[in-house]
């Protein structure tokens, strides 16, 4: 394949990292220079940087586009921007293509209606994410661009550039505006809690794992009003460029109010070539320029050996984007599996000197982090500050501490000055230990003598009015690790063996889909399943929104894994014990009468979810309410008392999105579009009511929605203060289940007789989950679904090194959802056992035999079985198993004769880092003043 290179304009042998270019560029900070020489108004290329990360100029240079500036080559000292540099092609050879191309933003200048680009106080959500960004214009500050003063009332236009069928925008729904909107206004009430805030919004759709929580989080913040109506932008007041708003409540009507600012939550666009995309990969696209999903596999192409990931599906959000990423590798990895291992390089460290004789010689690199620290912290200060202290040799400034040439320089410079310890004053280093560590490896030191002090989130991100003291607790925060540091030991980490076998513990379509993935690139899988057949709750389904036929594809899933000879597969299983630790797990299954033992280096828990059984609206009481899951069976049947009714009524939220679950099920709004529209079909007269509270149908499923409105399905929306009332009568001398609802449009209450009424019962976490939860110590989220390492960037792992996540169990979803998570899975599980090794963390406690008293104290406390009684010449001792201990200290706190160590966290350590945060004297003085 051929690939054309755009120039990055840095020589990057001669750049020095320094961040001059960054600092004069007057797209990045368009405020310190004359507005005319940018085309654009100021506030409108906030979503832009020049130079995001040093060695990189990007298309929005002014010099690239019309020489009109050349600032960055005039500033930068060693002569490394080079404008002459021109486009390369070369020729790659690969066995597989993943698309990335992610989306671009919505652009709402294609709509004069919204006033962007000719009101200057009308920005883009993007521009706005600038705007309170600490490396944006003004460095953290909300300011307006027509007069720079902080705007004291601000508005959101949610659904920009979606769900609308207007010239030049998309009828789809983009998804994230609604959560992303809610993040934006919890900041700006940080940022200035007097701020008056207002959304303007259609259906607020909360449907992703603890949205709910964060809606209402947000909603409930002082001063805070969330409007549902349809806004149009008046213009503005030419006193004071305040926008006028225009929009309509049910009970005021049309009404207009002025803004000091508007925020319009744009939506996502296919990437800008998705045209020229599809023709050079040549694949299939949607009717709305996505990657066209077949319904099997929604990460495959039309093309064999070409995948997709991200947003290119359609319009996604992080968790959804990096599972299919992961989930897109594991099908490159089946694909290619033939060539695993062959072109693989093994890293190379250098000899690890001895300098545990030595004096400490620390070097301090004091991180600018853009401007996140340095437009709080007064870094230089910092770095002055930190060469006073004992046993410093050695400090300086960087721009960014994580950037390659950063951790190239700090490795440099520890050979140069013979450093044999480093502190990195940064962020925090649940971020970026890993890479910090690593640096030191390569400049031949143990990873161990790295400490990193937090001045960004500690300090600089929870200070930024206070600057001057600020400053101060970064001093603080460095004077401590750098104390700290002097008693760091070196600790050795060790490999352990892995067994190449994965469990996968639910037999429904995630559980399957995974084992299915892991056995193609040639691991043994033993796949448990607790009921007699394979196929979970997908046997209750028989087609999806977008019309997959559900029981064809499971039939032949089953097939492919029970044709598949390195998958195992025990029915009516039950685990009754998990044991051991990543890479080496021995879990006693009881199925079928037998009890087997099984050994595995990695888990994954796919156990699926369950159907909350309604006790309201008559359910169980009368044979004609029915819920989601079972109308869709008795259609399905093509039961006649359904599908000739006269008259159906869906009841939305049964079950959730209240006090016992506080959570969207996500899945009930398409399902209800999904049995309307099939009833339609079948009977275009039934007359189908659907009362809802938002409509859910995110993504492209809004296409559905709409088509369901034209088919004339009529959707009633009602409040939880005032739910509907169900109750058998007898009507025109037949027995009808009548719902009674408010309208808050019509300003009346309506009631409905209905035939069949429908409800959509939440879906709810499965009986077995927090069992299965304790065997392999893993946690659950407040809704007892189980919580992933980290919702962003790690959605199918656990904290429990080597156990991983999929499907329902993880959160409600729908099947292409679900298979997109299976191959993330998958995707993770390969790293693991594809590996003969794993290496195990250093830093694990260690018991002084001959201070331990046998009390078990540290046994009761520890919660991964990491401490056991052995039998010594000094009778019953307490002995860590450094495997399965995960270093979190609580032993080592609860020991009555501090007979536990942490290492590298020893009470030396701990207390001369504590004795650094205070003197005596000034201790002593506070004392005083207290008194």
């Given amino acids: 394949m051929s690939l054309k290179t755009r120039p990055r304009y840095i020589i990057e042998d001669k750049c020095t990292g320094c961040g001059t270019c960054v600092e004069y560029c007057p797209v990045t900070y368009p405020d310190k220079f004359n507005q005319e020489i940018s085309e654009n108004k100021a506030v409108h290329v906030f979503f832009s940087q020049a130079i995001p990360l040093v060695a990189y100029i990007d298309q929005s240079c002014l010099y690239l586009k019309d020489k009109k500036c050349d600032i960055c080559r005039g500033v930068c000292q060693a002569d490394a921007i080079d404008f002459r540099q021109v486009p390369k092609k070369k020729e790659v050879n690969v066995g597989a293509i993943i698309l990335a191309s992610g989306i671009e933003p919505f652009d709402p200048r294609v709509n004069d209606e919204y006033g962007y680009g000719k009101l200057a106080n009308v920005v883009t959500s993007m521009d706005f994410e600038r705007l309170l960004s600490s490396t944006g214009p003004y460095e953290g500050e909300v300011l307006r661009a027509s007069d720079k003063k902080h705007p004291q009332k601000i508005a959101w236009v949610q659904c920009v550039g979606s769900r609308r069928v207007t010239e030049n925008e998309n009828s789809y729904c983009s998804g994230v505006c609604c959560t992303y909107t809610q993040k934006q206004l919890i900041l700006t009430k940080g940022h200035d809690a007097e701020v008056d805030c207002t959304v303007f919004h259609n259906d607020i759709r ?6 709910e929580r964060y809606f209402q989080r947000a909603e409930a913040l002082p001063g805070t009003r969330f409007i549902r109506s349809y806004v149009s932008i008046v213009g ?16 005021d009507g049309v009404k207009e109010e002025e803004f000091e600012m508007v925020v319009l939550s744009v939506g996502l666009n296919p990437p800008a070539h998705y045209q020229e995309i599809a023709k050079k990969f040549q694949i299939e696209l949607n009717g709305h320029g996505f990657s066209l999903a077949r319904h099997d596999n929604p990460i495959a192409t039309t093309r064999p050996g070409i995948f997709v990931s991200g947003a290119f599906q359609g319009p996604t959000d992080i968790p959804e984007a990096v599972f299919s990423a992961s989930g897109a590798g594991s099908q490159c990895g089946e694909f290619l599996d033939y060539r695993r291992g062959k072109l693989a390089l093994e890293r190379v460290y250098p000899p690890e000197r001895d300098v545990s004789s030595e004096e400490p010689r620390i070097g301090v690199f004091v991180c600018h982090c853009g401007a996140n620290i340095s437009s709080v912290v007064n870094v230089p200060s910092a770095v002055e500050y930190a060469l006073t202290l004992p046993n410093v040799v050695y400090a300086q400034q960087q721009l960014f501490s994580c950037a390659t040439n950063s951790a190239m320089e700090i490795t440099s410079l520890a050979r140069e000055k013979g450093l044999n310890r480093v502190v990195i004053a940064a962020c925090s280093p649940r971020t970026l230990e890993p890479l910090f560590r690593d640096t030191l490896r390569e400049a031949g030191l143990n990873q161990y003598y790295c400490d990193m002090a937090n001045i960004r989130e500690h300090c600089s991100w929870v200070h930024a009015k206070q600057k001057d003291e600020a400053t101060q607790k970064a001093k603080d925060i460095i004077r401590m690790s750098v104390a700290r540091t002097r008693y760091l030991e070196p600790l050795q980490e060790f490999d352990l063996n892995v067994n190449p076998t994965a469990l996968v513990v639910g037999g429904g379509i995630a559980g399957m889909t995974c084992a299915l993935s892991i056995a193609k690139q040639g691991h043994e899988v033993q796949l448990i399943e607790k009921a007699k057949d394979l196929g979970g709750m997908a046997r209750r389904l028989h087609c ?3 019309g997959m036929d559900v029981q064809s594809y499971l039939d032949d899933l089953i097939q492919r894994v029970y044709k598949n000879p390195l998958i195992h ?37 796919a156990i699926g979810a369950d159907v909350y059984t309604p006790d309201e609206y008559l359910y169980g009481e009368n044979a004609n309410v029915l ?29 959730c999105r209240n006090e016992d679950r506080n959570y969207c099920s996500r899945v009930c709004c398409s399902h209800a579009i999904k049995n309307a529209l099939k009833l339609k079909e079948l009977n275009p007269e039934m007359s189908i009511y659907i009362l809802f509270r938002d409509m859910r149908t995110y993504g492209l499923k809004e296409d559905y929605y709409r088509a369901a409105a034209d088919k004339g399905v009529t959707f009633i929306r009602y409040e939880t203060s005032d739910k509907p009332v169900v109750e058998a009568v007898k009507a025109g001398g037949r027995e009808v289940l009548r719902v009674t609802v408010p309208d808050p449009v019509l300003g009346k209450r309506l009631e409905l007789d209905a035939d069949i009424i429908s409800l959509a019962a939440a879906v709810i976490p499965a009986a077995s989950t927090k ?5 392999f110590k893993v946690t659950l989220s407040p809704d007892d679904f189980f919580k992933e390492a980290h919702v962003k960037l790690k959605p199918v792992e656990f904290a429990a090194d080597g156990v991983y996540l999929c499907g329902t169990a993880h959160y409600p979803k729908h099947i292409q959802e679900t298979i997109n998570q299976a191959y993330g899975a998958a995707g993770r599980v390969l790293t693991l056992i594809s590996k003969d090794t794993v290496i195990a963390s250093g830093s694990v406690c260690e018991v002084h035999e001959d201070d331990c008293i046998s009390c078990g104290a540290c046994i009761t406390a520890c919660s991964y079985d990491a401490i056991a009684f052995v039998a010594t010449d000094k009778g019953r001792k307490a002995r860590v198993n450094p495997v399965l201990c995960k270093g979190d200290g609580l032993c080592n706190a609860k020991c009555p004769t501090n007979a536990i160590v942490l290492k590298h966290f020893t009470d030396k350590e701990l207390i001369s880092q504590i004795d650094a945060a205070s003197t005596k004297e000034e201790i002593l003085q506070q004392i005083d003043a207290a008194v």
């Avoid at 503005?236 to 009970?251: C, G, H, L, M």
């Avoid at 998990?578 to 994954?604: L, Q």
């Avoid at 069992?771 to 065997?775: G, K, L, M, N, T």
Wanted: glycine residues 8%; aromatic residues 6%.
């Fill in 236 to 251: 503005e007041n030419p006193e004071n460029k305040n926008v006028i708003v225009r929009y309509s409540t049910f009970d």
């Fill in 627 to 655: 819920t989601h899951l079972e109308l869709g069976e008795e259609i399905a049947r093509g039961e006649e008392r359904v599908v000739q009714a006269e008259s159906l009524v869906m009841i939305q939220c049964v079950g």
């Fill in 771 to 775: 069992e299965i939860a304790r065997q």
């Fill in 544 to 546: 999806t929104l977008e």
């Fill in 206 to 211: 909360s449907h992703g794992k603890d949205f």
């Fill in 569 to 605: 597969v025990s029915h009516e299983a039950t685990i009754t014990e998990v044991a051991g630790y990543v890479g080496n797990f021995t879990t006693t299954v009881r199925s079928e009468g037998r009890v087997k033992v099984i050994e595995h280096g990695a888990s994954v828990i």
